[in-house]
T-cell receptor, first 118, second 110 residues
Framework: ETGVTQSPTHLIKTRGQQVTLRCSSQ?????VSWYQQALGQGPQFIFQ???????GRGNFPPRFSGLQFPNYSSELNVNALELDDSALYLC?????????????????FGPGTRLTVL | GEDVEQSLFLSVREGDSSVINCTYT??????LYWYKQEPGAGLQLLTY?????DMKQDQRLTVLLNKKDKHLSLRIADTQTGDSAIYFC??????????FGKGTKLSVKP
């Protein structure tokens, strides 16, 4: 158990709809990263939030957006869903520190949300 | 560019050692990770290694790093059926993200 939770577990939507996925980070962590894992592939980085600001973004279109709240939990929003958005969405929490340039920042993953777009 | 490559499948007999290999491209990566994913589940961190090390051992797991060749391996001693899963190698990207390979599916036969 990593202490990272995600909701819902499964979700079915139709093309063109919008979806919101939620993630609660591990206690003491201040950073949340979101990944998309298509079937048979490794996770692909969507974006990262640190102290409520987007702190990095992968190669995903603007219809993928996010939020981070003061308690460091996070949401991933996807608008205008496409069939190819069907995937497992993973969030990972970590503790980012400024001092010392420490890049260890180990990421701990939640169980994921399985999104199916019909 | 940043990229991670792994072989896709590995099959071993219970009790044997498993060796999963990975190559990465970013020579500035400071940390490299191994994650395990069981069917329908999220990713479980197994171990990591800092780039100034060439080996790390943690119980049945041994990580070897050849920084010159950008090659990372994970050895699982005395492999058990419960080790059957997909294993991902990951390097830390420039944005603080993880860059994953496609995963190696380990099958352990009794």
């Amino acid at each position: 158990e990593t202490g990272v939770t995600q909701s819902p577990t499964h979700l079915i939507k139709t093309r063109g709809q919008q979806v919101t996925l939620r993630c609660s980070s591990q206690s003491g962590h201040n950073t949340v990263s979101w990944y998309q894992q298509a079937l048979g592939q490794g996770p692909q980085f969507i974006f990262q939030y640190y102290r409520e600001e987007e702190n990095g973004r992968g190669n995903f279109p603007p219809r993928f957006s996010g939020l981070q709240f003061p308690n460091y939990s996070s949401e991933l929003n996807v608008n205008a869903l496409e069939l190819d958005d069907s995937a497992l969405y993973l969030c990972a929490s970590s503790l980012k520190t400024i001092a010392g340039g420490d890049r260890k920042e180990t990421q701990f993953f939640g169980p994921g949300t399985r999104l199916t777009v019909l | 560019g940043e990229d991670v490559e792994q072989s896709l499948f590995l099959s071993v007999r219970e009790g044997d050692s498993s060796v999963i290999n990975c190559t990465y491209t970013d020579s500035s990566s400071t940390y490299l990770y191994w994650y395990k994913q069981e069917p329908g589940a999220g990713l479980q961190l197994l171990t990591y290694i800092f780039s100034n090390m060439d080996m790390k051992q943690d119980q049945r797991l041994t990580v070897l790093l050849n920084k010159k060749d950008k090659h990372l391996s994970l050895r699982i001693a005395d492999t058990q059926t419960g080790d059957s899963a997909i294993y991902f190698c990951a390097e830390k990207g420039s944005q603080g993200n993880l860059i994953f390979g496609k995963g190696t599916k380990l099958s352990v036969k009794p």
